[in-house]
């Protein structure tokens, strides 16, 4: 979710000049991409470039200059390390954090990346792409790791409370789901070990497990500590959490969608719930429209 940033916006010294020669190409064939939308792109890339300095300069000398090379990685050890620094720097100096909002009052503020990154104030979805975006500045490949709800156990309900219970309907809007972000081993080391039998991917007890970084409460964890904290997340098959970008992109659809039933705004509710479904063939929304 981008705002229109400020119309002077240097572009020259951006690294994502390049996609300012798109928009103009997009302009031309009349596709909605203006410069002042790539405009804030660069604005963001440089907040987050410049947050990653802010960790770098404040974190022990060479920490975050390890080179990976084929077949090695830093250990779990040295990943932690790095993830305390960043989020020493992220949540505890320039304070991050989600706050209480209304999307009646707040407008889209908390979903907007751009804001987020300048008033430090957002939700799990943001906060984690933020994090997420200094952490590859940085050189650290991670991922995100959606947190699912955890199973309500059955209660046994006299039956005349049920029958209340039933009649009644209380309108919430759902909350947006948490999210965890967890370090990636480079794809380069999983090649390798698929080409020389000598490399072996990690198992259960290597130092090389992921480690996971919990943005809304400012914690790092082990793979070990987060089970612990995530029962019914299933944290020894990796690829189950497998998240791809379309996913996220779904994800900030469904939150603004959210937003705006909050809003009453039933055109942009829409609009919306329109770009999630072109975003995700596969997304339950689907089943509301298609007929059964």
């Known amino acids: ?36 939308v790539v405009a804030g792109w660069a604005n963001l890339n440089r907040k987050l470039h410049l947050l990653a300095e802010q960790v770098r300069q404040a974190a022990p000398a ?28 992220l949540f505890h100096k320039d304070r991050f954090r989600q706050e209480p909002y209304e999307w ?48 309500v156990p059955e209660v046994a309900i006299p039956a005349n409370i049920r029958r209340r219970q039933a009649t009644q309907t209380i309108a919430t809007a759902p909350e947006p789901a948490a999210w965890l972000l967890r370090t990636e081993w480079p794809a380069q080391f999983a090649i ?17 497990q992921p480690c ?12 070990e500590e987060c089970q612990k904290q995530n029962p019914h997340m299933r944290m020894d098959i990796p690829w189950l959490w497998d998240v791809s970008l379309i996913s996220v992109l779904a994800e900030f659809a469904r939150v603004a969608i959210t937003a705006h039933q909050r809003r009453g705004e039933s055109d942009a509710v829409a609009f919306w719930m329109y770009q999630l479904m072109a975003l995700d063939t596969m997304a339950p929304e689907w089943q509301h429209v298609m007929p059964s």
């Open 62 to 89: 060479g920490l975050f200059d390890a080179v990976v090379l084929p077949g090695h990685t830093p250990s779990s050890d040295t990943h932690m390390e790095q993830l305390h620094c960043i989020t020493k720097t």
């Open 212 to 223: 996971f970084v919990n943005p809304l409460k400012a914690s790092v964890m082990s793979q």
């Open 104 to 151: 009646v009052y707040d407008g889209l503020k908390p979903l907007d990346i751009v804001d987020v990154v300048h008033t430090n104030k957002g939700i799990s979805l943001t906060l984690a792409v933020s994090f997420l975006g200094i952490a590859r500045h940085l050189g650290i490949p991670m991922s995100m790791v959606p947190i699912p709800e955890a199973p």
């Open 1 to 36: 979710m981008l705002r229109h940033p400020h119309p002077d916006a240097d572009l020259a010294e951006s690294p994502l000049r390049d996609l300012h020669q798109a928009s103009q190409a997009a302009h031309a064939i009349g596709v909605p991409l203006g410069t002042r």
């Open 192 to 208: 390798d070990a698929c080409q020389d039998p000598a490399l072996q991917l990690p198992d259960a007890n290597s130092s090389l």
